[in-house]
């Protein structure tokens, strides 16, 4: 390990050898944070004489815990397969997500809180069908009250480590009482089911740490190193998570940059990194500055940017990497001109690669510093006005009055080119903007992917086969069998499906045996019965021979069994694209084959339901120009970046306009689109959009106004 080093600036030195105490790294866009995070651990073990064991690092999503995984593993020239663990903590290094961790700390002692081993985790779908199940019993209409508006609230207090009891005199307005109301008994209906939604895991961990100190003192003796990515971005359950872990260690290892903080409206406070020094005293604060992502022209823009930003811990990215393109700023007719200028300009960088716009630089006429007053709104002297008229004078796009559209310059045969699509990415606020986008892909037949678009994982035949398991591996889990109770059709009613669960609550037994011993319910049918506990028997019998099975015969025996198959073969091409689905979701399984029964399906089910958008974002399945919100962009760079719809209303959101926070943070989202850019940025805004079924006028982003011929070139369409 004498080599372990070399790769590193001394900034990154300092960082990785800050083995004791409280550490906050500052960790700029392209920063090297990932490398900083693997050389800690491998130096912890290596050099520090740790056990792999004592360490916990936890990332936001599988794909940065498999990274860390792989690349830690590789430094100490180990398998990175070896440190892969289905159940509990092995002899490694324990790396996941927060809610990774958090459920197998649960699994090993959620008895302790009242809840079985084998709870099932809800996803958004499932939690608005058991909202919808419980705001029926409870008499609340859904006409009245919005289930995802509770469901956010409801959330919201989650996070806040707010139970039921807590949440009530909190409440105010007449939807959060009814939300408060309903909170309790949403609780009482996943406890029946034995399930958690995902707030549910950070929250019951902390609960159990809480009523149980022999649990918490077995895993703070467990782990004498804690590492957590992206610290910008927790929330208060996870702050107070990490809090009683690190325990009097207070070996609390944090990465993260404030000036990317973009989640609050997921519960993320910012504070927690500011104020980071202030809740662990005597911390050592680190700052990596160098950026080897961006180029120099880049990386100032992004500078510029985020000085507009008051709540911010001072810092300022530097880069070696010289770049001849500067970013350009555009203004375009309209949403579909805006569209067919991305890929003119994508024809253009693959036609010549060094392509010189410096004779076309605009003269700024002012470089006045621009903010935001109130009161000057109504008297037209404000920030708008300012934007409008720069842009006017060539500070910006000229005024127009017209706004008829150019013609396309695309090349007819676009899609058939070979292009290098992976190098390219288009972002934008808000998901209704792929609209325009995809359509004017479609047209010139451009390979796409879409991240945020259908998941694999919410097709209707991968969440069928889901539930079918999840009820298999608990029998208690109404949401799944009332997904699949009728698919295909058996006739059972949703009345004589709640007499069943009504029934299984006063025998106070599973719904499995109370669906067997279906005799008991005098209401039903002797042909609904029958239906009933033919359907119960697929389950009964499958659990009586699932011990030697792998995830995928499990798989194969329940849709054979049930019916599933045979009814997806009988709908013609549909049901084969639906078959080839649940076959890829089977190549998905064939991970966990060694091992065997309800264990192994447990533990495929767990991965499922923890994988999100960005974990299936995978540029080497093909060419293709990736399209996806600044949200989902984090963490990820491309060659070139397109930022589109620059204007007031989307970037910033017009929900963001008056809050100064809430603009801050639209501050921050922009700064986060320009950073994901390493040789070539392009800023786009239009004349006019359709949104929300109009057309509307726009007006160019604030941020744009901020903006001199020091960082950008802009150009009208005319010039481009």
Not at 92 to 112: M, N, Q
Not at 152 to 165: F, V
Request: proline share 3%.
């Amino acid at each position: 390990m004498s080599n372990l080093f070399h790769e590193l600036n001394d900034k990154q030195i300092q960082a990785v050898q800050a083995t004791q105490g409280p550490v906050l790294i500052l960790a700029g866009a392209g920063s090297g944070k990932t490398k900083t995070l693997t050389h800690r651990i491998a130096y912890l073990i290596a050099e520090k004489g740790v056990l792999p064991h004592q360490i916990l690092a936890v990332t936001f999503t599988n794909k940065a815990a498999a990274e860390l995984r792989q690349r830690a593993a590789t430094l100490l020239r180990q398998n990175p397969k070896a440190w892969v663990t289905w159940r509990g903590f092995g002899s490694s290094p324990a790396l996941g997500t927060f809610h990774s961790i958090c459920v197998r700390i649960l699994r090993e002692d959620t008895g302790k809180i009242g809840y079985k081993r084998s709870f099932v985790i809800y996803d958004t779908a499932d939690q608005k069908a058991s909202m919808r199940d419980v705001m029926r019993r409870e008499g609340v209409s859904p006409k009245d009250v919005n289930p995802s508006t509770v469901l956010g609230m409801i959330s919201r207090a989650k996070n806040e480590l707010l139970s039921p009891e807590e949440f009530e005199p909190e409440a105010r307005g007449p939807v959060e009482k009814i939300a408060s109301r309903l909170y309790s008994s949403y609780q009482n209906y996943l406890k029946q089911n034995h399930a958690m939604d995902f707030d549910d895991l950070l929250m019951q961990c902390v609960i159990l740490f809480r009523k149980h100190p022999d649990v918490l003192k077995k895993y703070q003796d467990m782990w004498h190193y804690i590492m957590i990515d992206e610290y910008q971005d927790t929330n208060h359950v996870q702050y107070e998570w990490a809090r009683m872990l690190a325990g009097k260690r207070q070996n609390l290892f944090v990465v993260g940059d404030d000036w990317q903080g973009i989640y609050s409206w997921r519960g993320a406070t910012i504070r927690n990194i500011l104020e980071f020094e202030q809740d662990f005293k005597g911390a050592l604060v680190i700052r990596l500055e160098q950026n080897y992502r961006s180029t120099v022209p880049i990386v100032e823009l992004g500078n510029s940017i985020i000085a507009g930003n008051s709540g911010q811990i001072k810092k300022k990215l530097w880069t070696e990497k010289s770049g001849e393109h500067v970013p350009e700023v555009l203004q375009v007719s309209d949403e579909v001109r805006e569209a067919e200028k991305v890929l003119e300009k994508i024809s253009g960088i693959e036609e010549v690669q060094s392509s010189n716009h410096a004779d076309l630089k605009h003269e700024v006429e002012s470089s006045e510093e621009i903010t935001y007053d109130y009161e000057a709104e109504s008297e037209g002297t404000g920030i708008l006005d300012k934007i409008m008229g720069t842009m006017g004078k060539g500070k910006g796009s000229k005024h127009v009055d017209s706004v008829s559209r150019k013609p396309s310059k695309v090349p007819y045969d676009i899609g058939q080119q070979k292009i290098n699509w992976n190098n390219f990415a288009v972002l934008y606020r808000t998901n209704a903007q792929s609209r325009a986008l995809e359509e004017v892909l479609l047209k010139y037949g451009v390979p796409y992917r879409l991240i945020g678009g259908i998941r694999f994982y919410e097709r209707k035949e991968i969440k069928d086969t889901l539930a079918y398991l999840r009820f298999l591996l608990n029998p208690n889990d109404s949401v799944s069998l009332a997904r699949v109770i009728n698919e295909p059709s058996r006739g059972i009613g949703e009345r004589s499906l709640s007499a069943v669960q009504g029934l299984a609550r006063a025998k106070n037994q599973s719904i499995l045996l109370t669906m067997l011993g279906i005799e008991d319910l005098d209401s039903l049918s002797s042909q609904r019965a029958q239906a009933i506990k033919q359907f119960a028997l697929v389950f009964d019998r499958a659990r009586q021979s699932i011990d030697e099975l792998s995830v995928t015969e499990i798989i194969d025996l329940l849709l054979a069994r049930s019916g599933y198959l045979d009814y997806l073969k009988a709908q013609a091409e549909e049901g084969e694209e639906r078959i080839e689905n649940i076959e890829e979701l089977k190549n998905v399984a064939k991970k966990f084959e060694a091992i065997k029964g309800l264990q192994g399906l447990e533990a495929f089910l767990e991965e499922v339901s923890l994988i999100t958008d960005i974990d299936s974002y995978d540029p080497e399945a093909g060419q293709a120009l990736t399209l996806m919100t600044l949200h989902a962009a984090k963490g990820l760079e491309f060659e070139t970046v397109f930022l589109v719809g620059l204007e007031e209303g989307l970037l910033p959101h017009s929900n963001s306009i008056i809050d100064p926070q809430e603009l801050e943070e639209e501050r921050r989202l922009c700064y986060v689109g320009i950073t994901r850019a390493m040789d070539r940025l392009y800023l786009i805004h239009t004349r006019q959009r359709a949104l929300h079924g109009s057309i509307v006028g726009n007006i160019p982003s604030r941020f744009l106004s901020e903006l001199n011929d020091e960082h950008v070139q802009f150009f009208d369409e005319d010039e481009w």
